[in-house]
């Protein structure tokens, strides 16, 4: 089944609407956490070109391969151009499918880098994958071996107290890793005491340096938008009955394996 069939008014409008394939340059989920949390719309605004120069977009987020999660359609009210370049543009987010929001997956074959398309002329390659029964919000945890989390996300699943997450990351202590992804340097922290990782992360979320001196520079340096670049993943689990001494001895070791205190932000 094609979408024009469940949304009649895109091929009543086929010829005013601009398609937007979102995907984030840096984290091509950036577009799906941020439907997610409930702000795609400002995130779509900010434009680095003249994108949306018809009347109508038809916003669809990255999910995966050759599937789009359909995010709205909105109407161009407005742009502006912005004193430190690019463009930002005032929409409105129609009714037109509101229901369908979060919850439709449309299959469409990308293999084109364009991500701002004339809907007419791929009107055709849009068609029906699945419609979930509750609107997108979380993925449950993924298994610590797969944990690979940026910080915008992993203050969602804080901030949200997302239960798979937060019984997994509460019942083990380890050793974590914080990416910079645009330096490239590493810091290796541990996660012990109660709630172990969560308990710890929490702190990341609600101070943005978790305490750590050589963070706090970076961040008083950059502001806190900088916290974007920062990712988190988890090297080393153990069970919660372990002692806090062999935590930090293996954080230890962490930290001498990757450098990090040469190299990275560990400075102890």
Not at 45 to 74: H, M, P, T
Request: proline fraction near 2%; aromatic fraction near 14%.
């Amino acid at each position: 089944m094609l979408i024009k069939e469940i949304i009649p008014f895109i091929e009543a409008n086929r010829e005013n609407i601009k398609v937007h394939c979102a995907i984030g340059r840096i984290n091509k989920f950036e577009p799906l956490y941020s439907l997610s949390m409930g702000t795609f719309k400002e995130w779509q605004e900010g434009q680095n070109n003249k994108n949306f120069e018809r009347d109508f977009i038809l916003s669809l987020v990255y999910y995966k391969k050759n599937e789009w999660l359909f995010a709205g359609v909105y109407k161009s009210l407005d742009v502006k151009e912005r004193p430190n370049g690019g463009y930002q543009y005032i929409t409105e987010l129609t009714d037109v499918g509101k229901e369908f929001i979060g919850r439709l997956l449309v299959a469409f074959e990308k293999d084109f880098r364009a991500s701002y398309l004339n809907l007419e002329k791929h009107i055709g390659g849009f068609h029906l994958s699945e419609i979930f029964k509750k609107p997108y919000k979380l993925d449950p945890f993924p298994g610590f071996e797969k944990v690979n989390v940026n910080y915008s996300l992993l203050k969602e699943i804080i901030n949200e107290n997302e239960q798979s997450w937060k019984s997994a990351l509460s019942n083990v202590k380890g050793v974590y890793l914080i990416s910079d992804k645009i330096s490239g340097k590493l810091y290796v922290g541990s996660a012990y005491g109660e709630e172990a990782f969560w308990t710890r992360w929490k702190n990341y979320i609600e101070t943005g340096h978790g305490g750590n001196i050589l963070l706090k520079e970076v961040l008083g340096i950059n502001n806190n938008e900088y916290l974007e670049n920062f990712n988190f993943s988890i090297l080393e689990i153990m069970k919660m009955n372990t002692d806090d001494d062999q935590i930090i001895k293996r954080e230890a070791y962490w930290k001498d394996i990757l450098l990090t205190r040469k190299f990275g932000y560990n400075n102890n």
